[in-house]
């Protein structure tokens, strides 16, 4: 047998192998546990916006992966994250008195945060949230949520009365676990979902200090059990 005859035999069989490969990879990917496993809650949403067709939202969490997988976020600089933390934090207290502006701010802080990293920009918006349901499936929806509600404010009606307050205070609340998320020290890998260990809690910085004791963070308790009225926006 020729020496060219050999090498066109492993080539054959270089390529039949990463055929075999790319396919057991993207069966796995598209298997029902597979799916569940990295989405989290955000596969049991999807099934419900493609009104119970688990095929239909499969294909469409399979396809987020392949776009979305291999992307690698930015680390925030120690002033940029102390910036966010504090702008976050401003909200928080504006939402006593101008609940619509707080969720506005929620909603373009999340989006300029999730930029910061290396997901799509907010401009691309629907791009932008199925990346972040990739790799941070839990808790994306408080996005969705309070972008919905910061919307409600510029589309005919004030967030007061399209929402009313309890609906935003919750928005601002799913959106904090998203927030928190994003401005944590994690690797730059992005694959690695909240359910899967990182070797740091999310909750604390470089120093071992809670951000619950930072910027943001040191008002949440409060203002989260704060149910007095506040002002209308």
């Known amino acids: ?36 496993r990295r989405f989290g809650p955000e596969y049991e949403r999807t099934v419900a916006r493609h ?17 979305h997988g291999s992307l690698r976020t930015r680390p925030l600089e120690p002033a940029a994250r102390e910036a966010y933390e504090t702008r976050w934090a401003d909200a928080q207290e504006r939402f006593v008195d101008s609940p619509g502006d707080a969720v506005t701010e929620a909603d373009r802080l999340l989006a300029e945060v999730a930029a910061a990293r290396g ?9 932008q949230v199925a990346a972040l349901s990739v790799h941070h499936g839990t808790h994306v929806d ?11 404010g510029t589309t005919g009606g004030t967030q007061s009365s399209l929402s009313g307050t309890e609906e935003m205070r ?46 943001g963070g040191r008002f949440h308790s409060l203002w989260a059990f704060n149910r007095h009225h506040p002002k209308r926006s």
């Open 142 to 152: 408080g996005y969705r949520r309070v972008h919905r509600v910061a919307r409600a």
């Open 119 to 127: 997901f799509p920009d907010s401009v691309h918006y629907e791009e």
């Open 1 to 36: 047998m020729s020496g060219l005859t050999i090498a066109l035999i492993v080539i054959a069989v270089v390529i039949v192998l990463a055929a075999i490969g790319a396919f057991a990879a993207t069966a796995v990917l598209g298997s029902s546990r597979g799916l569940k």
């Open 170 to 215: 919750a928005a601002m609340l799913d959106a904090r676990a998203l927030f928190d998320d994003l401005v944590a020290e994690h690797g730059t890998r992005a694959g690695r979902s909240e359910g899967q260990g990182t070797g740091r809690s999310s909750a604390a910085d470089a120093t071992g200090r809670s951000r619950e004791d930072r910027g």
């Open 51 to 67: 009104d119970g067709d688990t095929k239909a939202a499969e294909r469409d969490l399979t396809d987020r992966v392949k776009r």
